[in-house]
């Protein structure tokens, strides 16, 4: 039923077409409509505030991906640790825990990546700035099981502020490197130390792909 509802409400705003909103709505859930469709497109300078977020009943992220407009999207399936959010042109942003494992709808796709995910809590833990390896597979160009070397360093706690409301959180950061494609980058993850759950993160998924900023506006259940 809730997977029905998203979906319903995202082809709704995908579709040019639909500008009339259902006499049924209240008026504090047709003002929540109308601005959650502005803000799915990610028009410029548009405010995605506490309060729009307050009146959308689902789980949503806001995401960035390098210096374009900001926009929201909402969470279409949920899978044990994984989640799949979904923006009304069709951009689909499937995360494990925090790290994006797959994407639909950009100009290069993360198809794969193993390990899944990280708990960098745990992995910092019995080592000062551990290392893994990571492997990678993009479909433009093609790529298959790309090898990243990765160190894991840990910033220490850090307050951050996403829409209004204050975070203590660890901030990490992964330093990747792949010799071959002379590819370097840097991500980020704010985690909260209590649960491991990643409140904010910014990642590079593809050497051609700006960095993709992500930020939890609404937590999803359970």
């Not at 949920?78 to 989640?83: A, F, G, P, S, T």
């Not at 597979?137 to 990243?148: K, Q």
């Not at 494609?181 to 792909?209: C, M, T």
Request: a neutral charge.
């Amino acid at each position: 039923m809730f997977l029905n509802r998203v979906l319903l409400l995202a082809s709704c705003l995908s579709f040019i077409g639909c500008s009339s909103i259902p006499d049924n709505v209240a008026g504090s859930w047709r003002y929540s409509f109308e601005t959650f469709k502005s803000a799915l497109f990610g028009y410029e300078d548009f405010p995605i505030t506490r309060e729009l977020i307050d009146n959308i009943p689902y789980a949503s992220i806001r995401l960035k991906i390098g210096k374009g407009p900001a926009g929201l999207l909402i969470l279409e399936i949920k899978e044990r640790k994984k989640n799949t959010w979904l923006s009304a042109d069709q951009v689909t942003i499937v995360e494990r825990e925090g790290k994006i494992i797959r994407t639909l709808g950009l100009t290069n796709n993360l198809t794969s990546i193993r390990p899944q995910s990280v708990n960098h809590v745990e992995l910092v833990k019995n080592k000062d700035s551990p290392i893994y390896k990571s492997f990678i597979s993009l479909d433009n160009p093609e790529v298959f099981e790309l090898e990243l070397k990765v160190k894991v360093l840990n910033k220490g706690l850090e307050e951050i502020e996403i829409l209004d409301k204050k975070y203590s959180l660890i901030h990490f950061i992964e330093e990747k490197e792949n010799r071959y494609l002379r590819w370097k980058s840097k991500d980020h993850y704010w985690v909260d130390p209590e649960d491991g759950f990643v409140w904010k993160s910014i990642q590079n998924i593809a050497p051609n792909i700006p960095p993709i900023l992500i930020e939890v506006t609404k937590k999803p259940a359970g």
